[in-house]
Nanobody, 123 residues
Framework: VQLQAFGGGLVQAGGSLRLSCVAS????????MGWFRQAPGKEREFVAH????????YYADSVKGRFTISRDNSKATVYLQLNSLKIEDTAVYYC?????????????????WGQGTHVTVSG
């Protein structure tokens, strides 16, 4: 299993970024995927989740209305569109494959992780 995230960068507050995560080594459509983030000195926190076949989405309250998760099963890729970025969105963003039927917003539900991509929002 490989998850390769990219698309991070430096952006001004109020700006936008689009993160991508390309998956390989498993049947992508069969798995829900998630995005998490980790800011310096803080624990990894849930950002968004998308189910495999139905595309059901779920968001952390802190990003609801600003971030959008989507997937293209034909490309084995999950995306995270980040709009109206705030300084507090600065973090390393990780994509992950959900492998355990625990809460969708729990790190424990995700057994495979990408390497992370850095997002820095400046004031």
């Amino acid at each position: 299993v490989q998850l390769q995230a990219f698309g991070g960068g430096l952006v001004q507050a109020g700006g936008s970024l689009r993160l991508s995560c390309v998956a390989s080594g498993f049947t992508f459509v069969n798995y829900a995927m998630g995005w998490f983030r980790q800011a310096p000195g803080k624990e990894r926190e849930f950002v968004a989740h998308i189910s495999g076949v139905t595309g059901y989405t779920y968001y952390a309250d802190s990003v609801k209305g600003r971030f959008t998760i989507s997937r293209d099963n034909s490309k084995a890729t999950v995306y995270l569109q980040l709009n109206s970025l705030k300084i507090e969105d600065t973090a390393v963003y990780y994509c992950a494959r959900r492998t355990i039927q625990y809460e969708v917003d729990s790190v424990k539900s995700y057994g495979d992780w990408g390497q992370g991509t850095h997002v820095t929002v400046s004031g």
